[in-house]
């Protein structure tokens, strides 16, 4: 097989969202390889440069995808959150909110609420939730 320390040389836990990303287009890119490369042999077509182009790509198991697959997950919604904070100090209801992440304005509230929730009880005082925040909260009705 080819390279593999540059897709899976860390922990996912510490590594940016890029490298965390292309831990997953590899993974999804072998994937892909490794059907294209059965279809192939049941075609009766030769498979040999699919069969190179896999061995060249690093090496990244099922594992390791998932744990990237779940820290982008946790970036990702990180971002969502102060993303949604952003829009209502913006002047955006909690329906225009939930609309642009495809659920109801509740749903949208509600997700917003349990962040805070969380954040409070957390024991790291730096993660509190802040004033800032709590305001964004405002009403679920607007």
């Keep these: 097989m080819g390279d593999d320390t540059a897709a899976t040389s860390e922990p996912a836990d510490v590594r940016s969202l890029e490298e965390l990303l292309e831990v ?3 993974s999804d890119q072998r994937e892909l ?3 294209g490369i059965e279809q192939q042999r ?6 040999a440069v699919l069969v190179k182009a896999l061995a060249d790509l690093p090496g990244v198991t099922g594992l390791e995808a998932l744990r990237a697959s779940r820290r982008v997950v946790e970036l990702l919604t990180g971002a969502r ?9 913006e ?3 909690w329906s225009e909110v939930g ?6 304005k509740q ?3 509600d997700f917003y609420r349990r962040k805070l929730d969380q954040q409070d009880k957390s024991p790291d005082p ?3 939730s802040s004033p800032r925040s709590r305001a964004a909260l405002g009403k679920p009705t607007s």
């Excluded at 049941?42 to 498979?47: S, W, Y």
């Excluded at 609309?99 to 109801?104: K, N, P, Y």
């Design 126 to 128: 730096e993660t509190a």
């Design 24 to 26: 997953l287009r590899i």
């Design 91 to 93: 002047g955006s209801s």
């Design 81 to 89: 959150w102060h993303m949604m904070r952003q829009a209502r100090e």
């Design 99 to 104: 609309a642009a992440l495809g659920m109801s």
């Design 33 to 35: 390889y490794e059907r």
């Design 107 to 109: 749903a949208a509230y």
């Design 42 to 47: 049941e075609a009766g077509h030769p498979v």
